[in-house]
């Protein structure tokens, strides 16, 4: 089957820099996906990673790398409004689902003054 | 642009009861999919409907249904409600028929309450 692993929790300080890490176990892989989720809200897309290497989008970049079956998400700067949680998620292509994600378990990323 | 819209918000049922979920997705977006949301289990993927067809399902009973319309709205229903179907059911919606960045765009769910 398909199976991600990533921490539950995380705590960091306004300012810092924080690593969420994902292992991941896929008979087919077809990207790595992160999403963020706020207390009560929608979960929204934060970044893709296809190929390995580093992708940067602001204060967030994220990693893959695809020997490893592994990827991070690198968040700079925190702020208290990044406290949320936080998903890996791939694409189970074996069904044709490229529209069918699996999620992690998430990570809880709690951002203190 | 609108986003995911999904109806209702929140409800309270009883066991034995069915309920059914609305979403609206984005204007354009022909793909819908649904997640069930709990804490112990996380985001488990439920299916995806694409132009009225429904092209993946999970693994879940066959009380969980679900349809999509010509318009791409999409309804979910789940009969016979138990205590373990209490959760936050998100609808997502993407593009096309492939999504190259597998971003898709969530609603801010119905929270089904189970008594």
């Known amino acids: 089957g398909q199976s991600l692993e990533q921490p539950s929790e995380v705590t960091a300080v306004e300012g810092a820099i924080v690593q969420i890490n994902c292992t991941y176990q896929?008979?087919?892989?077809?990207?790595l996906s992160w999403y963020q989720q706020h207390d009560g809200g929608a979960p929204t897309f934060l970044s893709y990673?296809?190929?390995?290497g580093l992708e940067e989008t602001g204060r967030f970049s994220s990693f893959l790398s695809r020997s490893d079956s592994y990827g991070y998400l690198l968040l700079q700067e925190l702020q208290m409004k990044d406290s949320a949680s936080y998903f890996c998620?791939?694409?189970?292509?074996?069904?044709?689902?490229?529209?069918?994600?699996?999620f992690g378990a998430g990570t809880r990323l709690a951002v203190h003054p | 642009k609108a986003g995911v819209t999904q109806t209702p918000r929140y409800l309270i049922k009883t066991r034995g009861q069915q309920v059914t979920l609305s979403c609206s997705p984005i204007?354009?977006?022909?793909?819908v999919s649904w997640y069930q949301q709990t804490p112990g289990q996380g985001l488990q993927f439920l299916f995806e409907?694409?132009?009225?067809?429904?092209?993946n399902k999970g693994n879940f009973p066959g009380r969980f249904s679900g349809r999509q319309f010509s318009n791409s709205r999409s309804e979910m229903n789940v009969s016979t409600l138990e205590l373990g179907d209490s959760a936050l059911y998100l609808c997502?919606?993407?593009?096309?028929?492939?999504?190259?960045?597998?971003?898709?765009?969530f609603g801010e769910g119905s929270r089904l309450t189970v008594l």
């Open positions: 896929t008979s087919g892989f077809y990207g």
């Open positions: 409907y694409f132009s009225e067809t429904q092209r």
């Open positions: 204007s354009g977006h022909r793909s």
């Open positions: 997502a919606s993407s593009t096309g028929a492939t999504s190259n960045t597998g971003e898709l765009f």
């Open positions: 998620a791939v694409r189970d292509v074996r069904s044709g689902g490229y529209n069918k994600l699996i």
């Open positions: 990673n296809a190929l390995d």
